[in-house]
């Protein structure tokens, strides 16, 4: 931006939105009426050079990225779009000139929630890095009314309500009537002159409401485009005269269904209509968006690959192959091949999983129901693709009557990628191994990131200075430059002033954990963090396993020298995932009887604060000295926390998976704690037969610690009587292989704590060494590899 407003300017702005558009006198304003007049007043700034962007782009001809996702885990907006146009000082001065509370402010905001944990998060990291470059993009997805459901615990029991953000204005959206498209459902396909004509039996309205993204330094903005769902009739007049009021209103209501709410699932087949028709309503509404846009531009279709790149993020868009060849076929009268080839010019497919239950997998009776004439072209792509492969005896997308949305996604798309390096040889190996034989080449790794302005700067202030002062600020658009911070790393000064960051976060963290939870966290104790989904595979109960064993060890020699420690936990579990709600069960009992112990009080601390979400994240991450990610090898696609932490500084403790194998190559072995099988041993451990029992038995830690939980010394033994059955008799994710070695790894990070100077080396070797993980390096990657365009700046 050219010209940065003054304190005095924003609080005149601020003192007009107040009055003008929220119609408040200063004298009855809320903290409400005070964010949404901040909120305006930031707005107006991001609109000129969003326009400007959107003008840009079409005058100069670009090609423009369209991301598709099904969740956009966005967080709040306000503090970020301040802290991208430069604003921080000047609307602090704002702020203080009309004596306002500016935390108080900030923390009014909802976070928009809609997503459930690292795909959605990814996906508005990529936005902030897209506008960040100057990249034309558009980010698509579904405004949900309910995002992702609040969590309570009761009794140590997770209890899950409905999340309500938009319950009130949201400041940052506009909704553009005039886009608004006709999506069907149903119905049956008739032969025309030899044209296919697809009769829908039921359609809705999407609606377009715009959010922009401002990038860092505010001079460029892109635009998230969710859309709403709405009735094609409002509402049934005749029943309405007729005097049913109710039924009167149904079409509304069957309508609103679509976009109401966010599946809370993140990796079970759901199986369910509902989801079909939400991903389906995506992404037609998305796809005709791009063709208008297109059309209004350029006039020959052919041309389509030259001028866009569609980016599926997982499968759950992936019925855009089907649906961009029905669009060029049916509407724009090609022939099949060519239709396809459009279609694989432009869709590109980015798997983040490779889990069996996560594989989306719809039955042909379903898709033929729901969308007949997809269905119709799901089968031709399948045929076309035996026959143009030479090999009749493909598995192919339908198999036992089922449409394969992984193979369907990679059929469409000109490029597949992984999003680790560990993970895209898993993908070549394993899943997608016969199809990477058919089109090598087509698979391409493009690891993960996060954006550093999110992530450091604004999450973590304390530590920003430190790097402003010591390496310049140009570290926030290019985080290579953290390298600057390495010939330093030796010098006790800046070592002090890095601990001195970490201490600060650390009590901030301390006071909130004491207010809420009324959990004591020493701020010289090590903050041991484990914030993510719960899942089996993630290996909280690993984690909670370990708390209960170093607590046995803590009261058999109360005099040894422990070094404290705070075990913080934070996530939510699948409503549905029953053994992952048994976890958290769990380590609330252990929490309860564990904190509350004369003995050991002073050296362990369980705290699992209820509702972990983004914002929590940006609370948590900069107060962190350890880092657990400490999935079983082979199963987390990538990991994004494990990235937020190590630029944080905290140290990881982990296993060799996902991005966790580069990160450890990045800041240096000897600065990770390493423990764990690898993920070429695991399915060799798992074969063996009594492989957890063998385990178990052979450590001494790991048998007290279960025998604990059965012996009902953490409350009622019987909830986790299915929990422990599981882990003596089955143990799929090598809990019990992995629990000596893990264990072993944790008093090296006690020894290690002990050492200060040894521990602020590390931290700030990994701080120092963490550049290549900003999500603006993904982005290029993406730029160059898949999308194949220029970034702007
Ligand atoms: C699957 C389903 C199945 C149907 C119901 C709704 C739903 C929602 C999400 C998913 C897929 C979850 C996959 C996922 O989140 N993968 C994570 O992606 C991150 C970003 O690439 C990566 O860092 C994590 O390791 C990976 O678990």
Redesign the pocket.
Known sequence: MTQLPSAETLRDQILYHLTHTQGRGEEFATTFDWRLAVSYTIRDLIVTPWMAALRGARDQGRKRVYYLSMEFLIGRILEDAIINLGLNDSMDGALDLLGLNKQQILDDEPDAALG????GR?AACFMESLSSLSVPAFGYGIRYEHGLFRQRFEAGQQVETPEDWLNQPHPWEFVRLDYSYAIGFKGHVEQVDGRAVWHPGESVIARAYDTPVIGWQGDWANTLRLWGAHPTTLFDLHRFNAGDHTAAAEPEALARTISRVL?P??????GKEL?LKQEYFLTAAALQDILRRFLSEHDDLRQLPDKVAIQLN?THPAIAGPELIRLLMDDHGMDFPTARDIARGTLNYTN??LLPE?L?RWSTWLMGRVLPRHMQIIQMIDDDHRLQTRRPDHLGIVHHDEVRMGELAFVMAGRVNG?SALHTDLVKSTVFADLNRLHPGRIVNQT?GVTPRRWLRMSNPALSAVLDDVIGTGWTGDLDQLRGLEPHAEDPALLARLRAAKRANKVWLSDGLLAGLGVRADPDAIFDVQVKRIHEYKRQLLNILEAIALWRRIHDDPNGDWVPRVKIFGGKAAPGYWLAKTVIHLINDVAATINTDPVTRDFLQIAYPPNYNVSMAEDLIPAADLSEQISTAGK?????GNMKFTMNGALTIGTLD?ANVEIRDHVGPENFFLFGLTADKVDQARARPGHARAAIEASDDLSAALHMIAEGRFGRPEPYFALLDRTWNDDPFLVASDFDDYFAAQRQVDAAYRDPARWDRMAALNIARSGFFSSDRTIRGYLRDIWKLEPGA
Do not use: I, K, M, P
């Open positions: 459930n944990g690292g795909l990814l599946y699932d993140d990796g079970t087949e759901s989801r997982d983040h999983t996560a989306e999003v993960n987390e696609a990538s990991g994004t996902g």
